[in-house]
């Protein structure tokens, strides 16, 4: 099983700054990652997937990078919005698997 | 728009059984994959189940494989997970959900569905 694992797992940003998210794949998974936000009470939304492209209406303040094992997410100017918790997911083999996420919270 | 309704989730003693069924609607059902997610309060993220549109192929966690059977019937546009021998571990929200089309990531979530395993 691949393992994925998420860096930090509290990260606090004022609104209006840049916030960078890091998830790291224990075997390359090539491209096949993707990038969701999930608020409290609520499912999961996609943002990215492909490891860089952004999905049906995610604003372009976010941007995904990376390849094989090392992979970032990118939210230039946090929204009020934007804090929530944050998880990468590999799908280059089964069973899929999620890190254990990013809490994104205000400072 | 894409919708997807779960039901059947409640309370159940450990070793009973209990049927998840999600009702799909605003998109072509019998076009995608569609898989289980499953969260355990206060945790992360689990992908249990995952079906093709044809429902000829299916994956199993290693977690509920022999226990969980997951189906689908196109012409009624519904998803089901079937699951015995329910165990505490298994308490969770369970989230029907449409695969990607062409990319393996979940485009449409349902809002969930709680399953409490307890004596």
């Known amino acids: 099983e691949t393992v994925m694992t998420q860096s930090p797992a509290t990260l606090s940003v004022s609104p209006g700054d840049r916030a960078t998210l890091s998830c790291r794949a224990s075997?390359?998974?090539?491209?096949?990652l993707a990038w969701y936000l999930q608020k409290p009470g609520q499912a999961p939304r996609l943002l990215i997937y492909g490891a860089s492209t952004r999905a049906t209406g995610i604003p372009a303040r976010f941007s995904g990078y990376g390849s094989g094992t090392e992979f970032t997410l990118t939210i230039s100017s946090l929204q009020s919005e934007d804090f929530a918790v944050y998880y990468c997911q590999q799908y280059n083999n089964w069973p899929y698997t999620f890190g254990q996420g990013t809490k994104l919270e205000i400072k | 728009q894409v919708q997807l309704v779960e039901s059947g989730g409640g309370l159940v003693k450990p070793g009973g059984s209990l049927r998840l069924s999600c009702a799909a609607s605003?998109?072509?059902?019998?076009?995608?994959?569609m898989s289980w997610i499953r969260q355990a309060p206060g945790k992360g993220l689990e992908w249990i189940s995952y079906?093709?549109?044809?429902?000829?192929?299916?994956y199993y966690a290693d977690s509920v494989k022999g226990r969980f059977t997951i189906s689908r019937d196109n012409a009624k546009n519904s998803l089901s997970l079937q699951m015995n021998s329910l165990r505490a571990e298994d308490t969770a929200v369970y989230y029907c959900?449409?695969?990607?089309?062409?990319?393996?990531?979940?485009?449409?979530w349902g809002q969930g569905t709680l399953v409490t395993v307890s004596s």
């Open positions: 079906i093709s549109n044809s429902g000829f192929t299916i």
């Open positions: 605003g998109f072509t059902f019998s076009d995608y994959f």
């Open positions: 959900a449409r695969v990607g089309d062409g990319y393996n990531s979940i485009d449409y």
């Open positions: 075997e390359s998974v090539g491209s096949k």
